[in-house]
């Protein structure tokens, strides 16, 4: 089956580091991938997504690349900030997993000023 | 804005005292959906709803139904909560898509479920 597998925190960076957070996968067929981010206390928000390879997604800083051949979606921000700590879930659907979405086991990112 | 609203956002009730849990959408999406989410845990699919068909998780446990009168709500019934089931509840809803494929899911903001 489905199944994502994404770098297990928790991370903590300084205030404007470098973020990359790995996440890979395995699906049948050609699955749209999704990067959502959950603050404390609330549900999760869509951050964003790729639907077919090579596509990039990118919010509010963040960027993620379809990379068939490497089967990843690594999330990127060039300078975080303290707003930006939040745990970070990469997902997928695919008609493999008859559409429901495969969560990976979440990262927690702590940013420090 | 069209979104995704659950209520309450907050909820504590007794164990084995039942308990409603409520979800309503402006997004008119054909499907939506139950996960249960334990700290530090990623969310768990309880079941969903395509339309008016229901569709339960193999694992969902039986003290947990669902009803969907409408398109836009969406309630979680938890017959007899057990401390077990303290957990942060998210409604989600997505557009099915016309080559049976599922759009991206919006989530609401969570109940979280105390059970004293």
């Known amino acids: 089956g489905d199944s994502v597998t994404q770098m297990e925190g928790p991370v903590t960076l300084s205030e404007e580091a470098f973020l990359t957070i790995n996440c890979t996968y395995t699906a049948t067929g050609y699955p749209s991938l999704f990067w959502y981010v959950q603050y404390p206390g609330e549900g999760l928000q869509l951050l964003l997504k790729a639907t077919k390879a090579d596509d990039k997604g990118s919010n509010k800083g963040f960027e993620a690349t379809y990379r068939k051949e490497t089967t990843s979606f690594h999330l990127e921000k060039g300078s975080v900030q303290v707003s930006d700590s939040a745990v970070y879930f990469c997902?997928?659907?695919?008609?493999?997993?008859?559409?429901?979405?495969?969560f990976g086991k979440g990262t927690l990112l702590t940013v420090n000023p | 804005d069209a979104m995704v609203i659950q209520n309450p956002r907050y909820q504590v009730t007794q164990f084995g005292k039942p308990v409603t849990l409520s979800c309503s959408q402006t997004?008119?999406?054909?499907?939506m959906y139950w996960y249960q989410q334990k700290s530090s845990q990623a969310p768990k699919l309880l079941f969903h709803?395509?339309?008016?068909?229901?569709?339960n998780e193999a694992d969902t446990p039986d003290n947990f139904q669902s009803r969907r009168p409408n398109t836009s709500f969406c309630f979680l019934d938890i017959r007899s909560p057990g401390l077990g089931d303290a957990a942060m509840y998210l409604c989600?809803?997505?557009?099915?898509?016309?080559?049976?494929?599922?759009?991206?899911?919006?989530f609401g903001p969570g109940t979280r479920l105390t059970v004293l």
């Open positions: 709803y395509y339309d008016k068909d229901f569709n």
């Open positions: 989600a809803t997505s557009r099915a898509l016309s080559a049976g494929g599922r759009d991206t899911q919006y």
């Open positions: 997902a997928l659907i695919s008609g493999g997993s008859n559409y429901k979405l495969t």
């Open positions: 997004l008119n999406h054909n499907v």
